[in-house]
């Protein structure tokens, strides 16, 4: 894929640079990725999960505004009628984030509260030959599901750490595996996107 290709006709739609940020994580837990401009927030959401590396087992929603004026978008299924949420099937990238610069959150399972900031990096021409989502680069390793937020998270990390902490020994058996935070693989990430219906 040529990142740089000048417009075509017949090219498509243009293409948007996002970084996806966990917020509030130290050392930032980050990826970016490129995908169309006309991509729905449904499909934007299993991107963002193939992405981080979380197992999709939570609601999620994105946001955009702040304050009294945000405006919430999720599916369909789990909108009730005068909520005001938005059906996400029915709004693309651009709708969000019509320019570049432009940022949206999108928050995934409402318990733990995983916030993401979604800035456009960059607005890219379009390119026929771009068939699938792209993983660019990243860095760290997606939290485990259900360990409580940041906060749950960092304590994680501060326990297993510490051999003599009195927790070790059951949040060791509650990973299972090592973990290892600074994890990442673009290419792992990739091998999942092309496998992605266009």
């Known amino acids: 894929m040529n990142l740089n290709s000048e417009t075509q006709p017949g090219g498509g739609v243009p293409l948007y640079q996002l970084k996806i940020t966990l917020k509030w994580s ?25 992405a981080m590396g979380w197992t999709d087992s939570h609601l999620h929603q994105f946001i955009t505004g ?41 928050e995934y399972d409402f318990g733990d509260g995983w916030e993401h900031d979604v800035v456009v990096e960059k607005i890219l021409p379009p390119d026929p ?3 699938h ?5 990243g860095a760290n390793a997606c939290p485990p599901e259900d360990c409580g937020g940041i906060g749950g998270y960092c304590h994680l990390l501060k326990v297993l750490r510490d051999p003599q902490h009195p927790e070790h020994a059951d949040m060791k058996d509650w990973i299972g595996d090592d973990l290892n935070a600074e994890e990442f693989s673009v290419e792992a990430v990739n091998l999942v996107f092309k496998r992605l219906k266009p």
């Not at 490129?34 to 991107?47: A, P, Y």
Request: a positive charge; hydrophobic letters at 40%; one cysteine or more.
């Open 66 to 106: 702040s304050g009294v004026s945000r405006t919430f978008y999720g599916r369909p299924e789990f909108i009730d009628v005068g909520s005001g949420m938005l059906n996400e099937r029915r709004y693309t990238v651009a709708d969000l984030a019509p320019t570049a610069k432009r940022k949206f959150i999108y």
């Open 133 to 137: 989502p792209m993983c660019l680069a």
């Open 26 to 50: 130290k050392p930032p837990i980050w990826r970016r990725v490129v995908v169309r401009s006309d991509m729905t927030l449904d499909r934007l959401h299993d991107i963002i999960q193939i």
């Open 129 to 131: 030959t771009f068939k």
